[in-house]
Protein backbone atom coordinates (compact mmCIF):
# COMPACT_ATOMS: atom_id res chain seq x y z
CA UNK A 1 0.00 0.00 0.00
CA UNK A 2 2.68 2.55 0.86
CA UNK A 3 4.49 1.57 -1.79
CA UNK A 4 1.96 1.92 -4.79
CA UNK A 5 1.40 5.54 -3.29
CA UNK A 6 5.06 6.80 -3.15
CA UNK A 7 5.17 5.03 -6.70
CA UNK A 8 1.66 7.34 -7.78
CA UNK A 9 3.34 10.30 -6.15
CA UNK A 10 6.57 10.11 -7.73
CA UNK A 11 5.15 9.71 -11.09
CA UNK A 12 2.88 12.70 -10.51
CA UNK A 13 6.23 14.65 -9.76
CA UNK A 14 7.75 13.01 -12.50
CA UNK A 15 5.03 14.29 -15.06
CA UNK A 16 5.08 17.66 -13.52
CA UNK A 17 8.66 18.40 -13.85
CA UNK A 18 7.98 18.01 -17.81
CA UNK A 19 4.91 20.38 -18.17
CA UNK A 20 4.92 23.25 -19.78
CA UNK A 21 1.52 24.18 -18.33
CA UNK A 22 0.84 25.82 -15.06
CA UNK A 23 -0.84 25.25 -11.87
CA UNK A 24 -2.40 21.81 -10.83
CA UNK A 25 -4.62 20.69 -13.48
CA UNK A 26 -6.36 17.14 -13.41
CA UNK A 27 -5.72 15.33 -15.93
CA UNK A 28 -9.32 13.38 -17.14
CA UNK A 29 -7.67 10.63 -19.06
CA UNK A 30 -5.85 9.43 -15.72
CA UNK A 31 -7.96 11.04 -13.10
CA UNK A 32 -4.92 12.45 -10.88
CA UNK A 33 -3.82 16.00 -10.38
CA UNK A 34 -0.51 17.19 -11.77
CA UNK A 35 1.43 20.40 -11.17
CA UNK A 36 1.12 23.21 -13.82
CA UNK A 37 3.98 26.02 -13.32
CA UNK A 38 2.72 29.92 -12.90
CA UNK A 39 2.85 32.51 -15.15
CA UNK A 40 6.36 33.47 -15.86
CA UNK A 41 8.09 35.38 -12.75
CA UNK A 42 5.45 34.56 -10.63
CA UNK A 43 6.20 31.33 -7.61
CA UNK A 44 3.92 29.03 -5.92
CA UNK A 45 3.90 29.27 -2.35
CA UNK A 46 2.48 25.18 -1.09
CA UNK A 47 1.68 25.22 2.52
CA UNK A 48 0.26 22.50 5.15
CA UNK A 49 0.06 21.58 8.66
CA UNK A 50 0.15 18.72 10.59
CA UNK A 51 -1.60 17.74 14.00
CA UNK A 52 0.04 15.63 16.23
CA UNK A 53 -3.12 15.27 18.87
CA UNK A 54 -0.89 12.53 21.56
CA UNK A 55 1.86 14.97 21.40
CA UNK A 56 -0.59 18.02 21.98
CA UNK A 57 1.30 19.84 18.80
CA UNK A 58 0.95 20.80 15.37
CA UNK A 59 3.57 21.56 12.49
CA UNK A 60 3.17 23.54 9.56
CA UNK A 61 5.56 24.04 6.24
CA UNK A 62 5.73 26.21 3.24
CA UNK A 63 7.74 25.41 0.02
CA UNK A 64 8.10 27.77 -2.34
CA UNK A 65 8.69 27.37 -6.34
CA UNK A 66 9.59 29.34 -9.42
CA UNK A 67 7.78 29.25 -12.58
CA UNK A 68 10.04 26.38 -13.64
CA UNK A 69 9.34 24.00 -10.69
CA UNK A 70 12.39 24.99 -9.24
CA UNK A 71 12.84 25.18 -5.37
CA UNK A 72 13.31 28.63 -3.99
CA UNK A 73 13.00 28.92 -0.15
CA UNK A 74 11.02 27.06 2.47
CA UNK A 75 9.34 28.05 6.11
CA UNK A 76 8.34 25.67 9.04
CA UNK A 77 7.50 25.31 12.81
CA UNK A 78 5.19 24.12 15.19
CA UNK A 79 2.76 25.09 17.57
CA UNK A 80 2.51 23.75 21.22
CA UNK A 81 -1.30 23.01 22.25
CA UNK A 82 -3.15 23.69 18.65
CA UNK A 83 -4.55 20.35 17.78
CA UNK A 84 -7.43 21.32 15.96
CA UNK A 85 -6.73 20.53 11.82
CA UNK A 86 -8.58 23.41 10.34
CA UNK A 87 -6.63 26.13 12.72
CA UNK A 88 -3.54 24.81 12.77
CA UNK A 89 -4.09 24.87 8.40
CA UNK A 90 -5.57 29.03 9.02
CA UNK A 91 -2.33 29.25 11.29
CA UNK A 92 0.02 27.99 8.34
CA UNK A 93 -2.04 29.96 5.61
CA UNK A 94 -1.51 32.81 8.15
CA UNK A 95 1.89 32.12 8.55
CA UNK A 96 2.79 32.00 5.21
CA UNK A 97 1.77 34.65 4.46
CA UNK A 98 3.63 37.09 7.06
CA UNK A 99 6.49 34.84 5.62
CA UNK A 100 6.11 35.88 1.97
CA UNK A 101 5.46 39.84 3.18
CA UNK A 102 9.16 39.38 5.14
CA UNK A 103 10.91 38.58 2.10
CA UNK A 104 9.20 41.09 0.49
CA UNK A 105 7.75 38.45 -2.28
CA UNK A 106 4.25 39.68 -3.80
CA UNK A 107 3.49 37.83 -7.00
CA UNK A 108 2.82 34.19 -5.72
CA UNK A 109 0.09 31.95 -6.02
CA UNK A 110 -0.45 30.09 -2.56
CA UNK A 111 -1.82 26.39 -2.90
CA UNK A 112 -3.69 24.67 0.26
CA UNK A 113 -5.24 21.73 0.89
CA UNK A 114 -7.70 22.64 2.86
CA UNK A 115 -11.33 22.94 1.40
CA UNK A 116 -13.06 24.61 4.92
CA UNK A 117 -9.86 27.10 5.07
CA UNK A 118 -10.45 27.85 1.50
CA UNK A 119 -13.84 28.39 1.83
CA UNK A 120 -13.47 30.42 4.44
CA UNK A 121 -11.78 32.89 2.73
Not at 34 to 56: E, I, S, Y
Request: hydrophobic share 45%; glycine share 10%; with cysteine.
Amino acid sequence: MVANAACSILFQWQRAQSTQDSHWKLNDREGVLVWRRPDLGWLVCNVDAAVFKTGGRSSFGCVLRNDQGHFVAGYGGFWTGIVDPKVAEALTFKEALSWLKRKGISCVNIELDSLAVVQAF
